[in-house]
């Protein structure tokens, strides 16, 4: 668990822009069931309008879920955690290059 008080405050608001996004979506899919069962109710409910709902719920809760990859991304890195090390990169990279040219002279 990251201390909210250690990350930076351009990740606290992009942390609560994506959750705003993530949350505006929910809304929108739980207001798209919500007309389908008031439809249902008075017998409107058309074939197509759960199917409608329902893509409308699975699209929300897809980017919720992207949305949170995101924030877990950006904890990640705050954390100097699971980023990519570039200098052992570089080391790495000269030593295989080393090998190599060393093979090519024996």
């Known amino acids: 668990m990251t201390d909210l008080m250690t990350v930076s405050p351009e990740f606290l608001g992009e942390a609560v822009r994506c959750l705003q996004v993530a949350l505006d979506r929910v809304n929108n899919a ?8 008031a439809k249902l109710e008075t017998n409107e409910a058309r074939p197509g309008d759960l199917a409608a709902a329902l893509t409308t719920a699975t699209k929300a809760a897809l980017q919720a ?18 980023g990519l090390d570039l200098d052992a990169a570089r080391v790495e990279i000269r030593c295989r290059l080393d090998r190599i040219l060393a093979a090519g002279d024996a």
């Open 30 to 37: 739980c207001r798209a069931l919500d007309e389908y069962a």
């Open 65 to 82: 879920q992207e949305q949170k990859g995101k924030i877990e991304n950006v904890l990640r890195i705050e954390r100097g955690g699971d």
